[in-house]
C-alpha cells in the first residue's frame, strides 16, 4: 500500500516561530488528511483537504496541496509550546472494496518556550 | 462528539497468552481499524471491519485476529502473544465508505514479556 513521507522527521523551532512539515505521496488520492498525536496518546484528526483543493486554513493551520508534485505541507503559524507533538500525514487508496488512509511515519515537533 | 474507548491504556502478558484488546465507539460508525504503531515504522494497519461480522486483512494480519459481533464493539485478539507483539494499538472508527476523518482510541500499550 502507499504511504505518505513527512519531511522532516524531526523538528525543533522556538515559540512563536512557523513550523513547515511536508508530506509526499505516490499515487493519485482523493483527499490527503493531517493528524497530531500527543506523546502517547491516540491521533487527532486536524484537517482535509480534497484532491480539486489546492489551500486551505483552519485556525492557525494552513495546508497545501500540490498533486502534480504529489505533496503537501502543514504550516502552523505563531507555534506554541503546546503545539509540541508528532504530525502524521494519510492518504487515502482503494482496497479491499473501500478506501483506507495509509500515514507516514511522521515529524515529531518540538516547540521551545 | 465521537469517543472511542479502548479497554487498557496499559497492559503486561507473558508470551503464550491470549490478549483481548477491546474498542468501543458510540457513533454508529460502519467502518472500524486496528493498528499498531512502532518507532520508525509510523501506523500500519492490522485488520479492519466495515460491517458487523465483516472483516479484512490489512498490512500485518500475521498472529492477530479480530472479532466483530456488535456495531460498536471491534475487537483484536492476539492469539499467542509474542515479544515481538509489544507495541502501541490504536483503534480507530469512521462512518461511511469514504476516506473522512477517522477517531482514535487514546492507545493501548502492550508489552509481552
Known amino acids: 500500500s502507499q504511504q505518505g513521507e513527512e519531511d522532516p522527521q524531526a523538528l525543533s523551532i522556538q515559540e512563536g516561530e512557523n513550523a513547515t512539515m511536508n508530506c509526499s505521496y505516490k499515487?493519485?488520492?482523493?483527499?490527503l488528511q493531517w493528524y497530531r498525536q500527543n506523546s502517547g496518546r491516540g491521533l487527532v484528526h486536524l484537517i482535509l483537504?480534497?484532491?480539486?483543493?489546492r489551500e486551505k486554513h483552519s485556525g492557525r493551520l494552513r495546508v497545501t496541496l500540490d498533486t502534480s508534485k504529489k505533496s503537501s505541507s502543514l504550516l502552523i503559524t505563531a507555534s506554541r509550546a503546546a503545539d509540541t507533538a508528532s504530525y502524521f500525514c494519510a492518504t487515502d487508496s482503494f482496497w479491499a472494496g473501500s478506501y483506507q488512509l495509509t500515514f507516514g511515519k511522521g515529524t515529531k515537533l518540538s516547540v521551545i518556550p | 462528539d465521537v469517543k472511542v474507548t479502548q479497554s487498557s491504556r496499559y497492559l503486561v502478558k507473558r508470551t503464550g497468552e491470549k490478549v483481548f484488546l477491546e474498542c468501543v465507539q458510540d457513533m454508529d460508525h460502519e467502518n472500524m481499524f486496528w493498528y499498531r504503531q512502532d518507532p520508525g515504522l509510523g501506523l500500519r494497519l492490522i485488520y479492519f471491519?466495515?460491517?458487523?461480522?465483516?472483516?479484512e486483512k490489512g498490512d500485518i494480519p500475521e498472529g492477530y485476529s479480530v472479532s466483530r459481533e456488535k456495531k460498536e464493539r471491534f475487537s483484536l485478539i492476539l492469539e499467542s502473544a509474542s515479544t515481538n507483539q509489544t507495541s502501541m494499538y490504536l483503534c480507530?472508527?469512521?462512518?461511511?465508505?469514504?476516506?473522512?476523518?477517522?477517531?482514535f482510541g487514546p492507545g493501548t500499550r502492550l508489552t509481552v514479556l
Open positions: 480507530a472508527s469512521r462512518y461511511g465508505i469514504s476516506t473522512d476523518t477517522q477517531y
Open positions: 483537504i480534497r484532491s480539486n483543493e
Open positions: 499515487t493519485s488520492i482523493n483527499n
Open positions: 471491519s466495515y460491517d458487523v461480522k465483516m472483516k
